[in-house]
C-alpha cells in the first residue's frame, strides 16, 4: 500500500522551475529520502505534500488524499517539522507537548511522548536553553502528538553536531520501528545512506537517480577499481603493456576493472613491472562517488536558499 503518490509534480516560483516534473512513491512503512544541494527543490516538493504549497501540475497524494483540497482531514493523520524547526523561548517540552496535545485534542502522556524522542532528561527546560539536538527532539515530539501515520523531517539534522546527529537518527529509527512512513529530506549523504530504505537524489528541480543505495550505486557507479600507492613508473608500465584503462597522479595508480580477469591481469603485471608500490586496495563507487557525478559542481555550491 502506498502512502505518498508523486507523479509528474511541477512547480515554478516566476522564471524558476523549482519542481520540475517529479514522479516517486512511498511505501506505506518505509523511509523514504530526497537527497539533494541546496536549492534542488526539497523543500517546495515536501510542502507541497504536506498541503502547504500549492502545485502547478502534476498529481500528489498523501494516504490517498490531495493534501491541497483534503488539508485538514491530512493534517489529523500526518506529523510536520519545518525546516529550521524552532518554537517560542518560555515554555519547556513538557508545555509545548500539553499545548499541542490540547490543540490537536489529543490524549498523551507528555512524558511518556517525550522518552520516545529521548527528551525526558530535559523535560522542564525552557526551550531557548535547548541544545540544537533537543530542540530538533522536541519537533519530532510535537510532530508525533497526534500519533500520525506519516511523518515529514525537512532536514532535521542540518547544523547539529556529530552525536546530536545520531540521537536524531536514533528517533527516526524508531519511527519506522513503529510502522510510520517517513519522509526525510537532506544533503547529508551518510544519513541517507544510514536511515533510507530508498533515496531520490533531486537536483534542479529533477530527479536524477532513485532506488535503494545499493541499486544507485550499482546503476551509476563505476565498476570495481583498485588503486595501489605508486610512482608513475608503473602508470607508464601499465599503459604500454597492458590494455587496462589506468590513471596515476604521481601518488597513485588506479586500475579500473571491468571483471575478475582485469583483476588477475592487473595483479600480474604490477608484479612485472619491477616498480616499487604498497598499499593495494580495492573498491567499488559509493554513494558519495555517484552523488558527485550526478550533481556535480551543485552539490558543492552553497545557494542559500532556506
Ligand atoms: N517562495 C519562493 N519564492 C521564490 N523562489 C523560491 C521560493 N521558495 C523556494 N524558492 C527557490 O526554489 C528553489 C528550490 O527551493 P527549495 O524547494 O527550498 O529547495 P531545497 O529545499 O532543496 O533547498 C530554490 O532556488 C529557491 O531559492
Ligand atoms: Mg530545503
Redesign the pocket.
Known sequence: MLAIEVDGLKKR??D?Q?VDGISFSVNKGEVFSLL?P????????IEILEGLREKDHGAAKVLGLDPWTSGYELHKMIGVIP?GFKFLDYPTPREAVVYYATLFRAKVDPDELLKRVILDEAANIWFQNLSGGQKQKLGMALSLVNDPQVVFLDEPTTGLDPQARRAVWEVIRKLKAEGRTVML?THYLEEAEELADRVAI?DHGRIVALGTVADIESKFGSGQRMTVRAKDDLLRYLKDNTRLEVKGDGRAVTVFLRDKADAMVAMGAIEESGAEWDDLTVRRDRLEDVFLRLVGESGTEE?G??
Open positions: 516560483y516566476g524558476l523549482a539533494g541546496n536549492g534542488a527543490g526539497k523543500t517546495t516538493t525546516q529530506t533531486m545557494k536558499s532556506d
